[in-house]
């Protein structure tokens, strides 16, 4: 179960109206140097602009791989946008997480908090903007390269530096990646929906849209999140 990855970057932003029309958003982050605390509902020095969809104590803290960049610089070559640690609006960067390792319910230690994966990101419209690329949140959607969110289960101070170090796996059956697929099946079995719809380590909104999805006739449509 040893997993251990040390962070390259945290950041944090205020919300901000940057697209005429449409919500602010608080998705372009700076980075934060120093100790930071981390409380309950996530870093000091960060906030959202919708706490409807983002922020909270199920969604304190978001994660995305520095895995991933090359793969997007590799998809998106002629993007003038810089795939960069920070750039997808994430809190913490650090290498060697993924959405293939890395499970619901896995419990790190960072830093001098402790916080437990609570649920994957839904992409949405505002990638698409903040990128400049039309097909961005469809793309994070389809490869379920979406990065995840920690719920803190003990407050505490990290720093750029700091490593995450796995400490408990309750959930071994579930890697993110597989419940990611499942969150964006049309077609999910209806015993897997049910699974994942009575994980308590899943956060309840997700549980939520399982149990949604344990009716065969129920539809999702997804548009309106994707494209805005």
């Known amino acids: 179960m040893e997993l251990c990855a040390r962070i390259i970057g945290l950041f944090g932003g205020t919300p901000e ?25 996530g870093l000091v020095g960060d906030s959202q602009a919708d706490l409807s969809v983002h922020g909270g104590p199920e969604k304190a803290l978001h994660f995305y791989s520095a895995d991933h960049h090359a793969h997007w ?13 920070g750039c997808f609006g994430e809190n913490i960067s650090a290498f060697g997480l993924n959405e293939e390792n890395t499970h619901v319910g896995d419990v790190f230690s960072l830093g ?12 949405c419209w505002k990638l698409n903007l903040h990128t400049g690329i ?18 803190v289960l003990e407050e505490g101070v990290i720093e750029t530096g700091d490593d995450m170090a796995l400490v408990e796996r309750p959930c071994d059956q579930w890697p993110l990646k597989k419940v990611i697929a499942a969150r964006f099946d049309p077609r999910l079995d209806p015993q897997i929906a049910r699974d994942l719809a009575e994980l308590p380590q899943l956060a309840e909104n997700w549980r939520q849209s399982f149990a949604k999805k344990m009716d065969t006739s129920f539809e999702e449509d997804t548009s309106k999140r994707l494209l805005g």
């Not at 109206?17 to 509902?41: D, F």
């Not at 001098?112 to 992409?123: F, I, N």
């Not at 039309?134 to 719920?151: C, D, E, I, L, V």
């Open 73 to 85: 610089a590799e998809t998106f070559p002629d993007a003038a946008f810089e795939f960069v640690p």
């Open 17 to 41: 109206t940057r697209w005429e029309g449409k919500a602010p958003s608080a998705i372009r982050k700076q980075a934060l140097a120093g100790k930071i605390n981390v409380s309950r509902t």
């Open 134 to 151: 039309p097909a961005m949140a469809p793309s994070f959607q389809r490869t379920q390269k979406t990065g995840w969110y920690f719920r």
């Open 112 to 123: 001098t908090a402790r916080v437990q994966v609570s649920l994957g990101r839904q992409p």
